[in-house]
């Protein structure tokens, strides 16, 4: 039986997308004669809790555990702090603001978690040494994770795998951040550094691949998934003609063009006004919120700002209509969210506001699983809207996704050891 360190930022008790890819890999490995252990911060106050997750950890798995300090702790103390996601970065920070997000920027590179790097190298370097381990996973973001793995790589001359559930350079948010010519340079021989030292690189989608690819020739693409069984199970769908968004929206993730289509088709139609709810469940940043009000349909949308997981497959399953909103960034072809995997499951059309070119519409075009439409194209949405409702007064509002037993979290674990196993 081979045996993997996997070492991950995010673990539970901490909910949000960024705990799931791993603790399903973890949940499924035994199954095919691997043994995970994981390492993680200790006693790390999360944005996000979710304490349901930690029953999906098999009681086997050893989970070795360090403090972190984390800069983010102290900004917060002078400042409002509006989450750790680097994507909600405050678009009109005060002049103290600024500042804060310019030594983030520049100082803490490739993140403010940066002071876990040495620590930890020297706690599983002497655990390495003492214990059998054949491959090391590291998984960001945070980046500095990565760090980690390749210090114990020239260290220790350990195989390696290095997964990218985002990209780094590329992420939507690296535009975003108040960086000077030196630190850009510094990001890109850091992340150039781990892509040509890893033994192999694992990404979530095929624009990723393309593009490290160019860097290393290891790169392997393993996409999200889901974790429940397929079945069709009669659910009962909301009364409402209901369109349900699940997870952060931040402000690059603002689908404006929705807000408008909606705002006419309300004025329009008195009907659909008094039928329809938006449903955001997960956290919105402020100035999606702000947009919202400026229109009439703020009466129709409910926020809720975080449920379980489990929670939250029950309302995919009731709701209507289900919303993806990509970020409307350069490397939008290449964003695929993980909730696409559980709407697959849902069996609710998916109406995602995205590049029709991405890899995101390709996945819901192979599947069969609802529609795509680009950021600018406002009658197009508009129209695809009042069809959805049209066919929802008829009580003939389905879809029957194909073809996506592939992304299942256990056949995704199996692609998984096989890379581990030929390294």
């Known amino acids: 039986m081979k045996k993997v360190l996997i070492i991950t930022y995010y673990w ?11 603790l399903k890999f973890v949940k499924y490995l035994g199954d095919f004669d691997i043994e995970p252990v994981v390492y993680t911060v200790k006693n790390k106050n999360y944005p996000i809790i979710d304490k349901s997750l930690a029953e999906e950890i098999p009681k086997h798995v050893k989970v070795l555990q360090k403090p972190i300090f984390e800069p983010n702790t102290i900004f917060s103390i002078f400042g409002k702090n509006k989450g750790e996601s680097a994507g909600f970065l405050n678009p009109n920070p005060t002049f103290f603001g600024r500042i804060m997000q310019y030594i983030r920027a520049n100082f803490f590179i490739p993140d403010a978690r940066k002071f876990w790097i040495k620590p930890s190298v020297n706690y599983l370097t002497t655990y390495l040494k003492t214990h059998k381990i054949d491959v090391v996973i590291t998984t960001g973001p945070p980046h500095s994770m990565h760090l980690i793995g390749l210090k114990l790589k020239q260290r220790l001359h350990i195989k390696w795998i290095a997964d990218f559930r985002d990209p780094w350079t590329e992420i939507d948010y690296f535009h975003q951040l108040p960086l000077t010519k030196k630190a850009i340079k510094k990001h890109y021989k850091l992340e150039k550094e781990v892509l040509q030292q890893a033994d192999s690189v694992l990404v979530v989608s095929n624009t990723m691949k393309a593009s490290y690819h160019k860097i290393s020739p290891n790169v392997t693409v393993i996409p999200n998934g889901f974790d429940i069984e397929i079945n069709n199970d009669e659910i009962t769908p909301d009364t409402k003609f209901s369109i349900t968004h699940v997870g952060l929206m931040n402000a690059d993730r603002n689908p404006k063009i929705l807000w408008e289509a909606l705002d006419e088709i309300v004025h329009e139609d008195l009907n659909f006004k008094n039928d ?41 399953k009731q709701s209507q209509v289900l919303l993806i909103a990509i970020n409307n960034v350069p490397s939008a072809k290449g964003i695929v969210t993980g909730k696409i995997f559980e709407y697959l499951l849902a069996n609710r059309p998916i109406l995602a506001i995205a590049p029709t070119d991405g890899d995101l519409a390709k996945i819901i075009e192979e599947t069969k699983s609802g529609i795509a439409i680009g950021f600018s194209a406002k009658e197009t949405l508009k129209n695809t809207i009042l069809d959805f409702y049209s066919k929802y007064k008829q009580g003939k509002l389905e879809v029957n996704p194909e073809n996506i037993a592939q992304y299942h979290r256990k056949e995704l674990t199996g692609r998984l050891s096989e890379i581990i196993n030929s390294i």
């Open 276 to 316: 329809f709810e938006l449903r955001l469940i997960g956290k919105v940043d402020a100035s999606i919120l702000a947009e919202v009000k400026k229109h009439e349909i703020s009466e129709n949308i409910t926020v809720i700002n975080y449920v379980s997981h489990k929670e939250v497959i029950q309302y995919q």
């Open 12 to 22: 539970p008790p901490a909910g949000g997308s960024g705990v799931q890819r791993w």
